[in-house]
């Protein structure tokens, strides 16, 4: 059995390491995670639920079943810290011992040395504590682990040993403090993070045999039909039945312009209708959508934590454990080896004091929540741009990618044949050849004759037709045969039209050398050639080529800007690659293979130096993708094998989104060291401070909220990473 709840109350990056080595220990449970930057538990195994209730609330957390969170509106940052503070129980008895600390305060103030104050203050801290150090004792006997609760109940207890209550009090209270208000941000960081969740309609308007009726999403099963309204978000994912309106797809593809769709055409469900009204029969139910395996996919993401992420956890393990250690030797030895003093001293705070601000920084959170929220920010970004990133492993090895193998044909191509030029025998010389009444007349005759043909060229020769206007010059042939040696007769009013390739008409229709020449040279850039006769006398060509997608001249130049190398792999002819890497200026070349031979070549890159990426369809590219460092997919909504097959996925086709997604990832990254560095260097700081006795509890507690706070605004700014501004690195 696998299950997957949502944990209440998880406000310290460490606690998740707690909660999961807690609930391991129980019986029946054969897999625990905790992931703190979704704030959920994943069990596997066969376990006792009361029992892992009452393990995670020894340990000062609570449990729910996971659940999709409402949409709520947006409230003021303050408001909404307001209450939060006062619906959790154990910020409210923190909110108490403040009150009760103000109380001693004025007491002191007004009447010098109350005998009241004493107390007053002790109540304080057990009000504040209470939950602190219940967490920190459970922790302690079920993990055998020091938390950072622990520490703090140390070191208020010392406090209060060294006659210091005041401030062991106010110790807690600015602990519990901290941990509200850390325990807040992440919140509305976790909110802003799971924002794709809200995207669909909790109910759709399901046509029935009587009529029309509001049913939930998750009743919806495919074959049923629904209606949407202008401006409705679509519950499903379907076929347009009926109607016409312009879908806004960004939540899913990141278009910034709305698509077109008819009846025929795929929608998802999450997306925005216009202004039309449309009818949709339902292809997939609500929980296989394209949305949610979008959203399962990221949440999953978290599991393939990166190797910076790793490293931040094991040195967390180790990390607090040494500074207890280290506080407890800075509480021995100076008293001890140089007659140093225990106690504090009308000088100065004694090594005990300085030893108990040591325990009060070894607190870990900022350290540890500096990778898991900036990754997850990068993920949930990438995925609005309609980029599938499939874990921060390979954020992290998209950021460090110095080369890029790319297919040719629907990859760097549109994958579909255009006519790039067409040419009358008795043309006298035109440069425009839709000006030229000879160079059309040949394009309206090969049109007439290919509107009956199925021939995957014939497209592109109808298509540049209708682009000029002369698609019905002439009927549609009649009689139409396919001959030998590559070509199509028909019969065209009262003329036989006969078009084909060069190695026919050479040895079939006479043409004179220029011809032959012009042709040629058009063979050798890699276009496919056509030539046409009316009645026996040739006419002109046409030349037809794989066209360039629009983006992919920007897509390389940034690409080179960035320093990366590009690498063309395809089973093409060497002619046609050249050509197209001749427009895009790619870096090098590699022709005439076959998938094997594709394979071995991404092996080779994937072993020399640099970390090298693959673009490829994710269908016939699959072992190459597979080979390479990091595998990326072009196109993903219409295919599911693409999206389960590829580490990374551009859902939209648009290769635009590869330069994208290369700075966001080399801008987490940076984040992420930005994190790990200013924790370390304030840890540091705080410790000499400490060592040196000017640091106070007080201050250790502020710092590290501080820093914890700030570290999280920081990994939020992924969110707002903009995909249009161009700096080579993010």
């Known amino acids: ?421 067409h040419r009358a025998v008795d043309c006298p010389g035109c440069e425009d050849r839709s000006a030229c009444p000879a160079c059309r007349d040949v394009l309206a005759l090969a049109a007439a004759l290919e509107r009956a043909s199925a021939h995957p060229l014939a497209h592109a020769v109808v298509s540049a037709s209708q682009m000029q206007g002369i698609h019905q010059q002439y009927p549609t042939a009649r009689n139409l045969i396919t001959l030998n040696g590559g070509g199509i007769q028909g019969i065209v009013q009262q003329d036989v039209i006969t078009l084909g390739s060069h190695a026919l008409f050479d040895g079939n229709y006479p043409h004179s050398p220029e011809l032959c020449t012009q042709v040629e040279a058009l063979e050798q850039q890699g276009e496919t050639t056509m030539l046409l006769s009316q009645n026996g006398t040739v006419r002109g060509y046409l030349a037809v080529a794989d066209e360039v997608r629009p983006e992919s001249r920007q897509v390389m130049e940034d690409l080179r800007r960035m320093g990366i190398r590009t690498i063309m792999l395809t089973g093409d002819h060497p002619a046609a690659a050249q050509r197209v890497a001749g427009q895009l200026s790619v870096d090098e070349v590699r022709a005439s293979l076959l998938p094997e031979q594709k394979l071995q070549a991404v092996e080779e890159l994937a072993r020399s130096d640099g970390t090298l990426a693959m673009l490829g369809d994710g269908i016939n590219d699959t072992p190459a993708l597979s080979a390479a460092q990091v595998g990326i997919a072009v196109g993903g909504t219409g295919n599911a094998q693409a999206m389960e097959t590829a580490d990374v996925v551009l859902l939209s086709g648009d290769l635009s989104k590869l330069p994208y997604t290369l700075r966001l990832a080399r801008f987490v990254m940076r984040i992420i060291r930005q994190n790990v560095a200013f924790s370390l260097g304030v840890k540091a700081l705080f410790l000499i401070l400490a060592v040196m006795g000017t640091a106070t509890l007080w201050m250790a507690v502020l710092a590290d909220m501080g820093v914890s706070l700030l570290v999280i605004f920081n990994g939020l700014r992924p969110l707002r990473f903009p995909q249009g501004t161009f700096h080579p690195n993010g």
């Open 1 to 421: 059995m696998k299950k997957t709840y949502l944990i209440e109350g998880m406000d310290c990056a460490d606690c998740a390491r707690h909660v999961e080595e807690g609930v391991q220990k129980l019986p029946g449970v054969q897999f625990a995670r905790v992931d703190f930057a979704t704030a959920t538990l994943t069990l596997e195994g066969d376990w006792d639920e009361s029992a892992v209730h009452q393990r995670v609330q020894a340990l000062g957390y609570r449990l729910k079943d996971e659940h999709q969170p409402p949409t709520t509106k947006p409230e003021p940052f303050w408001l909404g810290l307001g209450r939060y503070l006062i619906d959790q129980a154990e910020t409210r008895l923190a909110l108490i011992g403040g009150g009760l600390l103000l109380l001693a305060a004025l007491l002191q103030l007004l009447a010098g040395s109350s005998p009241l104050v004493y107390p007053i203050q002790l109540l304080a801290l057990g009000l504040a504590g209470y939950p602190i150090a219940r967490s920190a004792l459970a922790n302690l006997f079920i993990n055998r682990s020091i938390s950072i609760n622990l520490l703090m109940t140390l070191a208020a207890i010392g406090a209060v040993i060294i006659g210091e209550s005041g401030e062991a009090a106010t110790l807690i209270f600015l602990f519990a403090l901290a941990e509200a208000l850390e325990g807040y941000t992440t919140d509305r960081a976790r909110r802003t993070l799971s924002g794709l969740q809200n995207l669909t309609p909790t109910h759709a308007l399901r046509l029935e045999a009587d009529g029309e009726r509001w049913v939930p999403v998750q009743t919806l099963t495919p074959g049923d039909r629904v209606r949407v309204r202008p401006g409705e978000r679509i519950p499903a994912d379907g076929v347009v039945q009926s109607g016409a309106s312009d879908v806004n797809q960004a939540p899913i593809t990141g278009e910034s312009m709305p698509a077109c769709k008819q009846p025929g055409d795929l929608v998802f469900a999450g997306t925005v209708n216009g202004s039309g009204a449309l009818e949709i029969e339902v292809s997939r139910p609500a929980k296989d959508s394209t949305l949610a395996r979008i959203i399962q996919m990221v949440t999953e993401a978290q599991a393939r934590r990166a190797h910076l992420q790793r490293w931040i956890d094991r040195f967390a393990a180790v990390y607090t454990p040494a500074v207890v250690v280290i506080a407890l030797l800075v509480a021995i030895i100076p008293p001890v080896l140089f007659g140093e003093p225990f106690w504090n001293t009308p000088a100065g705070h004694g090594w005990l004091y300085r030893a108990l601000a040591l325990l009060v920084i070894a607190c870990p959170c900022a350290l540890v929540i500096s990778a898991p929220v900036t990754i997850l920010s990068g993920l949930t970004a990438a995925a609005r741009q309609g980029v599938l990133i499939k874990g921060g492993v390979y954020l992290e090895t998209l950021s460090r990618v110095k080369r890029i193998a790319f297919d040719k044909t629907g990859t760097l191509t549109l994958g579909k044949p255009v006519l790039t030029d």
